[in-house]
């Protein structure tokens, strides 16, 4: 019992996983993207698509990354080239999201695609209670823990990190350091929206093998909401996104055991959930504990500097 | 020769028209490419558009009902924009007004003079409260209200579902998830045998109203000073963790406005999908009026052609309801990728001048 309902919270947190790894990336870079619920449909479409056509999980994966990489450089061109409002921006990219991947997504809604398959890690995979769980699971997941790793890694152990991390932080000193950090910005937020793809790709490839108008339910803003529960780090939001996939396991455990209350106030739990979440971990923020990249939000202008 | 970026004087008030005018072409241009790809003349569908909004009586009295929740919602987000506060859960104050209004409607009892006013009041509150839960975590703790307000329209679509599947459901309404039809106590005055209401006429007072609060009283002052510096309004004397408060239990309460005009003027009933969103286009509708209520009454006209014309290509071409969002996205990408030119301009500069 225990080992299907952490399985299922591993399954269930997993898209939200790399909605919230892209959104740090792009939060690192200083720039805010709340296109996470556009991005994420984006991916789960074009994925979707991909393996569709051509018969191959692997395509579709590609295919999630670049599509959402190309319609998060909207974002960042308009935020980064033309300093434009990064609020704005991220809520037009969702509406755009939203309403693409409906028109686009017609001709595929109840289509079928044989999905990821579980691949067992030798001896992982027999450990006690997470085993199963964590080491008999399809690809998409592994990589999810490889990204995990590879972010903070990135961010921490290299150079390319710190000089992103430089740019949220005070980009006018990482100007004086000569980092370019204009291309830095765009990058960041182009591949940190390429990952939110993928996210979207793990619904329409693996967690309900199909394309369904709309089938993120907001899955993208509670990615946005974890980016803060996360403080900015890779392995934080891991932790954030399996806290909430076992919400959601739960209230689906709930539903399918037959319980008088009403489904839709179950449904309502991860949203309350993710709100109480937000609301204690900005608490916390505000006891010192910051992570929040110092210029999140601000355009940079070089001759504002003073 | 290279470019350079210069920050430009604040332009004409022509010049900021003209680049919006500009940015709307290139959103409908750009829209038009979209909908070629997915297999739709654009021109044909365009020309419908004009056609099925404005060229009959009949057509124009459904822009004014699709224009009317649009006028309500929009002046609900741009009050709260005027504090630099981010009201995205319009959609869910919608339907919360939309809650109340129907719960007064079936079971208060009440008759004619006062059935309305009640239901109005009782939409006013309910919107009211379910943004102020957002107020109150934003001017305590600081919490962001972009994130809380959007979650809770997840909330407050399913608590509607549950009452419509649940307790409100028309017990003669053959299990359908609708509630019982409204009296006529409970119903606004409609005109010309079409299903243009009273409710327009209702929009169009609140955007009297909040023109005077905003721009003739000391109140709208407060909130506008604290919009444009939060460090100098404090510094001045000014509560801003209770303006912010307030501002956004405001703007949810005139977004519920919207729902009890919805459910009384249209639906008579509670269903599911009373806003489309709504809530949503209102934000566009907002940041486009660039802060004026009359700005606002004006753009939800032009989105409501908009939508009158986007329901017939619905039916005429298969397409997705959804796909309005697109084209508002793009509105706002090139009208976010206007402001650049407005507030800076490309120079060409000799290559020495750059040292």
Redesign the interface.
Known sequence: MLEILLDATVRAGTPILFATLGAIINERAGIINLGIEGLMLIGALSGFAATFASGSLFLGVVAAFVAAFIAGSIHALICVQLRGNQIVSGLALTLFGVGITALFGRGLVGQTIEGFERHAVPLLAQLPLVGKAFFNQDWLIYFSFLLVIAIWFFLYHSRWGLNLRTVGENPTAADACGIPVNLYRFLAVACGSGFVGIGGAYLSLVYTPMWIENMTAGRGWIAVALVIFASWSSFRALGGAYLFGGVTAMQLRFQAMGTTVSVHILQMLPYIFTIVVLVISTLRLQKGASQQPGNLGLPYDREDRK | MILR???REQGSALFRSLTTTASLLCALLFAGF?LF??GVDPAAAYLEILKESLGSSYGLSETLVKATPLIITGLAVSIAFRMQI?N?GAEGQIYMGACGATGVALFSGLDSPLMLPAMFAAAFIAGGLWAAVAGL?RAL????E???T???N??AI??T??LI??PWKNPDGYNFPLTAQFSDAARLTEYFNTRLHSGFFLALFCALAVYLLMERTIWGFQVKAIGSNPAAARYAGMKTGLAIFLVLALSGAIAGVAGFSEVAGLQHRLQHGISPGYG?TA??IA?LARRSALGVVIVSLLMGILLVGGDSLQLSW?????????????I??FL??S??FI??RLRRVKETDDA
Not at chain 2, 141 to 144: L, P, S
Not at chain 2, 318 to 330: H, I, M
């Open positions: 970026i210069e920050k979209l790809f997915a981010w995205i975590l703790w600081q919490v962001n972009v994130i809380v959007l979650l809770m997840y909330i399913l608590l579902n549950y599947f649940g949503y934000i566009i940041w298969q397409l997705p309801v959804a796909f309005a969002y697109a084209f508002q996205g793009l706002l990408f976010l990728a402001d650049f507030n800076f």
